[in-house]
């Protein structure tokens, strides 16, 4: 029940691009995205709702494909700041919401 | 405006103890929510509230209980700490239903 992330781990360069995928093996209600950053508590990035709608804030966007049960996470000429753990959040049926495996992003100068 | 504060930071129990977990919002979310998130693992929900006396389990919710008395405030409890509850747990609290949830800083939790 616990969606699946990849990749595990990335290393970026400052200005490169990454994708995180989110694959759920259950319906999907909503995908959500946090970051958190090592000791801190997971921040919020955005919600997908059922629909195939892309959402983007600054250089980071998402899409949400409901029939595939995935969601990917573009990060766009990553930045220092942007290194962290990335997890997506999972609402399936049943009031029921499972986070995902975790990737981890490292950006460097 | 505070957000979402948990105390203690961090706790060691001997296996067998028990205590509280403290978490209070101060921005009036009727959802509040207990995750433990293990090294490098992910987050696991244990238990959620949709409103003062209204509570429900989560994915993880054995060794644990809950209450809901007043919109503010959320303790988890544990009865009869043992090795597999070391962990962090985070608090949260959201306006609607896991909708941009706002965590706690955490508790870190050593049992021994």
């Known amino acids: 029940q616990q969606p699946v992330q990849s990749p595990q781990a990335v290393i970026l360069r400052e200005g490169e691009d990454a994708v995180i995928n989110c694959s759920s093996s259950?319906?999907?209600?909503?995908v959500h995205w946090y970051r958190q950053k090592h000791g801190e508590a997971p921040v919020f990035l955005m919600i997908?709702?059922?629909?195939?709608e892309q959402k983007g804030h600054e250089k980071i966007s998402a899409s949400f494909n409901e029939k595939k049960q995935q969601s990917s996470l573009y990060l766009t000429a990553s930045q220092l700041s942007y290194s962290g753990t990335y997890f997506c959040g999972t609402e399936v049926t049943g009031n029921q919401f499972y986070f995902g495996t975790g990737t981890s992003l490292t950006v460097i100068p | 405006n505070a957000g979402v504060t948990q105390t203690p930071k961090f706790r060691i129990l001997k296996i067998g103890q028990s205590m509280t977990l403290q978490c209070t919002q101060d921005?009036?979310?009727?959802?509040m929510y207990w995750y433990r998130q293990d090294p490098g693992m992910g987050l696991k929900l244990i238990y959620y509230s949709v409103g003062a006396g209204i509570t429900d389990k989560g994915e993880v919710p054995n060794g644990y209980n809950v209450s809901r008395s007043t919109t503010e405030d959320f303790p988890l409890r544990l009865e009869l700490a043992a090795p597999s509850q070391t962990s962090v747990y985070f608090c949260?609290?959201?306006?609607?239903?896991?909708?941009?949830?706002?965590f706690g800083p955490g508790t870190r939790l050593l049992v021994l």
């Open positions: 921005m009036n979310h009727n959802y």
């Open positions: 949260a609290s959201s306006y609607r239903w896991i909708e941009t949830q706002y």
């Open positions: 259950k319906a999907l209600y909503s």
């Open positions: 997908l709702l059922k629909g195939g």
